[in-house]
């Protein structure tokens, strides 16, 4: 057999990326593109589903690693960025990929995610942001505009200003810092490519409308337009930000710094952590 018939046999299209599992999201759910998005990037980097792990809190978009076909892991609440830290330090020939929602990334997580950032860690984080907790019925989340009254919860509004995603991982040190909208498949999955290339840590927000609890959503497709230019310097990142409407796409901030690795990290081998989990009788 050549080798380029081998190639033809071996190239995997990002269907191959997909699980068995159907996805429970409720129909018209901005996750759906996320999940085409990040198959289409996965199958053009030619990654093996045997070398990426991806690893998620708890919400709707936490449920994304059960529905591709790499090894997964849907763990607590706001505290998929340790384990994917831990994962990617002490297994840095895995591609790493940490998913979630604005919940789970900007509340209970939130303290993770400003060490995440500044630590730099070789890995990808993905937040699905549909500013609204979908999962437990529509409460007002970290990114909920000020005044949106959608909640029994908060009938009258939050009354607070919502947290900017970009701007706190620019000034936390992130040194890849992006934005897309899951309804762009195509280009969320060219920037999905590009964050998981990047050697470092890589932040996406991904505006992903949930349509069930917030239908006005749906306006976000006339709303969404290109504007960022990678930036190298945070000069130019925040000024980017200053005249950001928050629905403004594409690289924010690309300016590579060495990635952290503890030097005597010590590399997890199958045996050792099987050992770890070893009961004692």
Known sequence: MSSSAEQAITVLRHKDFKSDYKPVWCAGCGDFGVLNALTKAMAALELKPENVAMIAGIGCSSRIPAYTSVYGFHGVHGRALPLATGLAISRPDLTVIASGGDGDGFSIGGNHFLHACRRNVNMTYLVMDNSVYGMTKGQASPTTEFDWTGSRLSPQGTGQPPLQPLEIALAAGAPFIARAFSNSPNDLARVIAEAIGFEGFAFVQIL????????????????VHDGFEPADSRAA????????????????????RPAYRPPDAPRADLDRIERCFEVLS
């Open 208 to 223: 992903s409308p949930c349509i069930t609890f917030r239908p006005e959503q749906l306006g976000w497709k006339k709303r």
């Open 237 to 256: 990142a925040y000024a980017a930000l200053a005249a950001d409407d928050g629905f403004t796409t594409g690289i924010l901030y690309h300016a590579p």
